[in-house]
């Protein structure tokens, strides 16, 4: 009997021990749990991301690219801010940005020069800045710490080989090229990059540049530009559009004028030579409307979502990304160029080529 009063009182302070141990147990994690979890949910990186605007089918793939990576699931909390192609609106954004403490700034800068005061802000408030698509000139690099983009000049470069290659192979000669550049917003560094890739073939091989005007990426704008240059200039047989939505436009004008799109510049026709390659502007590369299109990759979320998971962290990057690209032609007259010493291989375009394109 006393055996078992002992029994039962050892078993009594052994169960009051286990739930006084369960009870501390718990309430260490019960402290530490929710508030870890809470953590947690928070957690997420802050980004404040100044968008150009959306004056293009690139620039919206680029937008989609980037806020359906940067979402809550992948452990974002993003701040987007279209500035509508200005940069005064830009600089109030990232100067929002700063306000509100975000851990970093995406900045796709709509022109190259004028960031040097708001970037030391941004600098100063220790938050780090990665600018994507085109670049900005800043005297202190160390105002931004990386950048995502593309070669602009190298996309020059290749339209401009090609047309070389393809008008030699023609039997045209340079003198017989008569050029309108249709640019893309000035200053920027896509517009310079392709812009001055002309300029400087045109020198190298003696084509003849009739005009250079920008129309913003916009088709509307490009109708308008070309259809102006098609009555001023009669001997007008290259449109070198900066941007697919210009090409777009510049069909439509050449169309609406009576004037032929075509390679056969010896007989009238006019070639249109694009970038970006997005799916508008290769839907008419199969239709033989855009002679060739060089390719620009939007898809830029999954190379910034890794920068600022790693800037974020205090890791180094590399200061400089650029994305791998394609051109597509629709004749296979050319099928490789050089540029930089190294070749180039143009894509004849196919319906199978374009189905298997994300954008
Ligand atoms: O080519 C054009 C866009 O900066 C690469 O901007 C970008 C350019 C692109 O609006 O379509």
């Keep these: ?26 309430s260490g994690c019960g402290r530490n749990k929710p508030e870890e ?64 403490e975000v851990d970093c700034i995406v900045l796709a800068p709509v022109m190259e020069e004028g960031w040097d005061t708001v970037l030391q802000e941004a600098k100063d408030a220790g938050i780090p800045v990665i600018v994507v698509d085109r670049m900005v000139s800043v005297s202190d690099k160390s105002l931004y710490t990386a950048w995502v983009g593309s070669d602009f000049k190298k996309e020059g470069r290749i339209a401009c080989e090609w047309l070389n290659e393809y008008t030699k192979k023609k039997g045209i000669d340079p003198k017989d090229i008569h050029i309108v550049n249709i640019q893309g917003t000035l200053g920027g560094t896509a517009q310079i990059g392709r812009s001055r890739a002309l300029k400087d073939a045109s020198i190298n091989y003696g084509w003849d540049i009739l005009d250079q005007i920008p129309a913003d990426y916009a088709k509307a704008k490009s109708k308008e530009v070309v259809t102006d240059c098609l009555n001023r200039y009669p001997d007008l047989n290259v449109l070198y559009c900066e941007n697919d939505n210009e090409a777009l436009g510049a069909i439509e004008a050449v169309e609406e004028s009576g004037r032929k799109i075509g390679t056969d510049l010896k007989n009238g026709e006019i070639m249109i030579i694009s970038f970006d390659a997005v799916n508008s502007g290769l839907s008419k590369v199969l239709e033989g409307k855009i002679a060739l299109d060089v390719e620009c990759n939007p898809l830029q979320g999954a190379a910034l979502e890794k920068l600022i998971i790693d800037v974020v962290a205090g890791k180094r990057v590399d200061k400089y990304t650029y994305i791998e690209e394609k051109a ?30 994300e954008y």
């Design 37 to 100: 979890d809470k953590e947690s949910a928070t957690k997420h990186i802050i980004v404040g991301f100044s968008q150009v605007g959306a004056e293009s089918d690139w620039r919206v793939a680029n937008t989609d690219s980037i806020c359906g990576t940067l979402t809550r699931e992948n452990g974002f909390d993003l701040m987007f801010d279209d500035a509508q192609q200005k940069q005064d609106k830009q600089i109030r954004a990232i100067r929002n940005f700063v306000q509100q």
């Design 328 to 357: 597509f032609s629709s004749d296979d007259v050319i099928n490789s160029v050089i540029v930089d010493g190294s070749e180039q291989k143009i894509t004849t375009l196919t319906e199978e080529i374009m189905m298997e394109r």
């Design 1 to 26: 009997m006393k055996y078992s009063i002992l029994k039962n009182k050892n078993k009594i302070t052994g169960l009051i021990m286990l739930l006084i141990f369960i009870l501390a147990g718990f």
